[in-house]
């Protein structure tokens, strides 16, 4: 296994054969965090299952173009941290910057368009089960591309000040995959919010 030093963080033990803390770190907690989003698609379904009708029957179900857009968006940037990880390797610092502010750009969009989204919703959060489940999913989706966001920041500006560099690149390493377990999250909490099925004529 390849070992990526950090100016931040130390590695544990060998640094030829062991992996990095920050590494293991940011697995375990991407571990914890599928559970979490595993958990909010069971109570999603759960809550399906027991409604006579999905949505309401006087309730029009709002459009998913915000969605769509949304995952589009966080995808797009999740790419481009991706293709940042990689220029830097290739030891482009600049190019590198420039790839990481155009991820936070494309998941600050994403995210900035599903808040704008629930804003614009004519239900609040606990109207009913339908409306629930609506809130809670796409907030959700909405805060994990946010933390991706923080941590796209966070990273560029490391990368800004030296501290990350193509010869020590551990966060943004971290940061490309944090952006695509995100993305990932945003794609599950969404779909089910739009494409669990019609029931009991409603919509």
Not at 134 to 150: D, E, N
Request: charged share 10%; glycine share 8%.
């Amino acid at each position: 296994m390849a070992v990526q030093h950090s100016r931040t963080a130390e590695p544990i033990g060998d640094r030829a054969r062991t992996a990095a803390m920050g590494t293991w770190g940011l697995w375990l907690t991407l571990t914890v965090l599928a559970t979490f989003v595993a958990g909010l698609a069971a109570a999603a379904l759960y809550l399906h299952t027991g409604q006579e009708a999905w949505p309401p029957p006087f309730l029009e179900p709002p459009s998913g173009l915000p969605a769509t857009v949304a995952v589009v968006l966080s995808l797009l940037g999740a790419f481009v941290a991706h293709r940042a990880r990689a220029t830097m390797g290739a030891e482009r610092r600049r190019s590198a910057a420039i790839a990481l502010a155009a991820a936070v750009g494309l998941h600050t969009a994403a995210t900035v368009t599903l808040i704008a989204h629930l804003w614009q919703l004519p239900f609040p959060h606990d109207a009913h089960a339908y409306a629930s489940v609506y809130w809670i999913l796409t907030g959700f989706a909405a805060w994990f591309l946010g933390v991706s966001v923080l941590v796209l920041l966070g990273v560029l500006v490391q990368t800004l000040v030296g501290l990350v560099d193509p010869d020590r690149h551990l966060e943004l390493t971290n940061a490309a995959i944090h952006a695509w377990f995100a993305s990932a999250s945003a794609v599950v909490l969404l779909a089910l919010v739009h494409l669990l099925p019609t029931t009991g004529g409603g919509g």
